[in-house]
């Protein structure tokens, strides 16, 4: 007989037994999007790795609160986006993201005529300015929901509001864009 | 989505975002290093009374195969193939209401036994006080609740060993080794609390019309001494 992997629920259920094999698969299984999340969210790598370890433990020692059979990702980026904006609070600040230098040369990509890579990278860079001045709620919804790709569901859960107001926000987030931006809705 | 949107989601993929480094083993290492305190399960277990021989058999496909029962006062002791899912919680969310000793007396309607030195008694639904003591440098645990009836349930699996003792006389057991998973359950017999993982050593006992239960870091003689010492 073959093992079968184990699904999420029953490594949940493992770790709450106090089975860190368990939880160590779930931690590399997440920490990805986790440090992604905490370094948007909070805009310094040292910082998000800190965010990422903190949350991974107080989340295990929450492993009791958490509700069966509820999905786990949501739960998880609340806790380290919680600790990621901590950090941002106690800093006063946060570094402003970048684009890849290497961004127009993405594998996969039509080669495009250096007037258009040119053209491109302009307007990421403008549109990315734009993102960086708008309240932090604004852009945290933003980068939850377009950068991270998170659902309206999952940011809700990671930002810790409800749907409404993450469609209320990314609304307004966008409407300010737009203008920034020049652009026609 | 729209254009705006279709193009923060390009943006986001090109941001320029550092690898995520291999957390995992600190991670495991702060929580190996500072496994949850053995009393704050407890304590919320605390509330715990063992469930009776027809409880235990009520739930058979969550804890597999029954392989052996002992009976206490108003405890329960179950020896199962596999422990069923349990959680840990904090001390905070599972002591039950924090009251003056008198208070906590009309609260169970029972004469109370516990250490009186301890400031509070943490009431849990109508039947299970407790009070967290200190002693041997350790945190303990002490509860207490009706000897008759059906209050708590343990189960515990293979490598948790069972002992049977003696207390001035009484009726004891000694749990020791892996952890093992504690239920409650109020005087009506309905579920109080979901099964708790307990990780310390335990010891209960029957104390005239009441059953004790003390859990900690303890030794099987320093466990004994204290109760001992409360009798």
Redesign the interface.
């Known amino acids: 007989m073959v093992d079968r992997p184990l699904d999420e629920t029953e490594l949940v259920?493992q770790a709450?037994?106090?089975d860190?094999a368990a939880?160590?698969t779930i931690?590399?299984a997440y920490?990805?999007i986790?440090?992604?999340t905490a370094?948007?969210l909070g805009g310094s790598?040292a910082d998000?790795?800190e965010a990422?370890?903190d949350g991974?433990?107080k989340a295990?020692?929450a492993?009791?609160?958490f509700r069966?059979g509820a999905p786990l990702k949501p739960w998880l980026l609340r806790i380290v986006a919680n600790e990621a904006k901590n950090r941002r609070r106690a800093a006063g600040r946060r570094d402003a993201?970048?684009?890849?230098?290497a961004?127009e040369d993405?594998p996969g990509d039509a080669v495009p005529s250096p007037e258009a890579a040119l053209l491109a990278g302009e307007?990421?860079r403008r549109?990315?300015e734009a993102?960086e001045r708008l309240s932090d709620e604004h852009r945290d919804a933003?980068?939850c929901r377009?950068?991270?790709?998170l659902s309206e569901d999952e940011t809700a859960a990671a930002l810790g509001v409800r749907r409404g107001t993450v469609k209320s926000r990314l609304s307004r987030a966008?409407e300010r864009?737009?203008d920034e931006?020049g652009?026609m809705p | 989505m729209n254009e705006l949107e279709l193009q923060l989601v390009e943006l986001g993929r090109e941001l320029d975002v550092p690898a995520a480094p291999d957390l995992a083993p600190r991670v495991v290492e702060r929580v190996e290093g500072r496994r949850p305190f053995p009393w704050r399960p407890l304590a919320v277990a605390l509330a715990v009374v063992v469930v009776a021989v027809a409880i235990a058999f009520a739930v058979p496909p969550a804890r597999g195969a029954i392989l052996r029962f002992f009976h206490l006062g108003g405890a329960s002791v179950v020896r199962v193939e596999t422990l069923p899912p349990a959680v840990e919680r904090s001390q905070a969310d599972g002591l039950g209401e924090p009251l003056t000793r008198d208070a906590a007396e009309r609260r169970v309607a029972f004469k109370l036994v516990l250490p009186s030195t301890a400031s509070r008694v943490y009431v849990l639904g109508d039947s299970l006080a407790s009070v967290v003591v200190r002693a041997y440098g350790r945190t303990v645990l002490v509860s207490e609740f009706p000897g008759r009836g059906e209050f708590l349930e343990k189960l515990v699996a293979g490598r948790t060993d069972v002992e049977r003792l003696q207390v001035d006389g009484q009726p004891a057991l000694w749990l020791e080794g892996a952890p093992h998973v504690l239920q409650y359950f109020d005087r009506h017999r309905g579920f109080r609390e979901e099964p708790i993982l307990i990780r310390g050593n335990v010891l209960l006992w029957v104390q005239g019309p009441v059953t004790l239960r003390l859990e900690g870091k303890l030794t099987k003689a320093q466990a004994l001494e204290l109760a001992h010492r409360l009798d």
């Open positions: 259920e709450r037994r106090g860190l939880w160590e931690v590399r920490q990805g986790a440090f992604r370094y948007l790598a998000a790795e990422v370890q991974f433990v295990y020692r492993l009791g609160r069966r993201l970048a684009v890849r230098v961004a993405r307007s990421r549109l990315l993102v933003i980068a377009y950068f991270l790709e966008l864009l737009r931006l652009e």
